[in-house]
């Protein structure tokens, strides 16, 4: 009988046990569950303060603005340009820091930087033998170009994905009237001249490249730009 009652005193301790055990993990779920809420809305907190800081606007002084210079065949451009725009020499460096100071990468900047106006495998491939530079010069300086007014619209970025690397480069997109009416009368010129090779003067925005995550910035133009998909945040200027 002792050993009956024993073994019965075991079964309801060891059922008490379980019971207990049971009501712990229990209450340990709505614990875990807030735990995993405060986590996902810190994560979301987290995400939007991010996409924010890519969204805030970068900044330009108006100082800085002016005067560019008109550049025939440079000695070194690093965007392979034979005609281009260079910018006063404090327009780009502000822009370069804030990219840094955003993207949180290592990045290179054009040196010095240029707004391409005509590559030199364009001038190279199509123009040559049928424009003369001279000839090229007097477009620009009549669309004026000379002394344009340039009006930043976007900072853009482009990501290309390979194995092993990715690798950015970041420009301003302007809006440039002047620039799309050059093109356009390079391209009729070239025609009248009896040209037969491509130019196409839209392959080409008017963009400034002001970094890059490596140094080979030519093999991003010509650059053509989607505003919807390239531009990633506003440029404000003070």
Known sequence: IASIRLDMGDALILSGYHR???????????????????????????L??????REAPFTLERGGMAPWSLVSEPDRDALGAWLALRPPTQFAPPLGRQIFSRAGESIHYPNPPSLPLILRSEFDGALAGILTPDAVMSLARTAGLESPTLEPRCMARRRVSEPG????????????????????????????????SSFDPAALSPVLVVAGTDENFGRWLPLSVNPDADCIAPVEVE
């Open 20 to 46: 207990s055990s049971g009501m712990a993990r229990l209450s340990l779920l709505p614990k875990v569950a807030l735990w995993l809420v405060a986590l996902s809305v810190l994560a979301v907190l987290f």
């Open 165 to 196: 690397s990715t690798r950015s480069v970041y420009f301003i997109v302007f809006n440039a009237p002047a620039f799309g009416q050059f093109r356009e009368a390079v391209a009729a010129r070239f025609r009248g001249a009896g040209g037969t």
């Open 48 to 53: 939007r303060s991010a996409q924010s800081a």
